[in-house]
């Protein structure tokens, strides 16, 4: 039974997995905002490609910002056909993906094409993660603390790259002092979607497509109560009517 309920959490169980995903996907966009920018002084990393100029650099670090907005304007039309766990996963997927070309770049042209795609994987999740946490929270009261972790968690992310890119300041002379902190980046979005398959899709997105059965037994595993019990039936109706 214990190792079921590891698997399946109910309650607060699983609203703090929920928030511990959620919070790694934050930390992961905190991350990436600040990792290029230690790596633009390193050595190794600008003998590779061929000393780029201040224009060529600016280019590489900021086609990462066109992405995050091209994904989060796709996310609009996306997030709810998708829904919200898989947007997530979707998100993951483009990080993890962006992160290995990035890592593996011999040439700028395959270092802008993996920071566009990150780009996009951070618009997605950055669009649907706060999304996500505030309808899988019951309480009202807890929704905005909730999204408050999350922008802390997105400050810790871009502290831990500094101190990485500071670490790696000592290896200058090895391209893995550049090449680690960008692929760190897909360890961290496997982290991400690693926690997903056990957690739940958004009640609300559920009623809004209709699948209500499907909603009263996910409101029962935030309850931590049977699928019959008025608590559940309740927070089912008022969803019902809201949307």
């Known amino acids: 039974m214990a190792i079921l309920d590891f698997f399946r959490p109910e309650g607060r169980a699983l609203l703090i997995n929920i928030t511990l995903s959620c919070g790694i996907g934050f930390m992961l966009f905190g ?18 490609f061929d000393n780029p100029g201040v224009t060529l650099q600016g280019q590489i670090v900021s086609t990462y910002t066109l992405g995050c907005i091209l994904g989060s304007i796709i996310a609009i039309f996306t997030g709810d056909p998708l829904g919200r766990v898989k947007s997530v996963m979707l998100g993951c997927v483009c990080l993890t993906i962006g992160g290995i070309l990035q890592a593996t770049a011999f040439t700028v042209p395959h270092m802008i094409i993996g920071r566009i795609i990150s780009g996009l994987g951070i618009g997605f999740n950055t669009t649907t993660i706060p999304i996500w946490q505030s309808e899988t929270c019951l309480k009202p009261s807890l929704r905005g603390r909730l999204v408050a972790v999350q922008l802390t968690c997105l400050v810790f992310g871009f502290v831990l790259t500094n101190w990485m890119n500071f670490g790696f300041t000592y290896v200058t002379d090895n391209e893995i002092s550049w090449r680690f902190p960008l692929g760190f980046q897909a360890l961290l979005a496997i982290g991400t979607v690693a926690f997903v398959p ?26 931590a109560k049977p699928i019959d019990h008025p608590d559940v039936k309740e927070t089912l109706e008022i969803i019902i009517e809201t949307i």
């Open 31 to 48: 991350y990436d905002q600040g990792v290029f920018g230690g790596l633009l002084s390193n050595p190794s990393f600008l003998a590779r």
């Open 198 to 223: 056990f957690l739940v899709e958004s009640p609300r997105w559920l009623c809004l497509k209709d699948r209500h059965e499907e909603a009263r037994a996910v409101l029962a595993r935030l309850h």
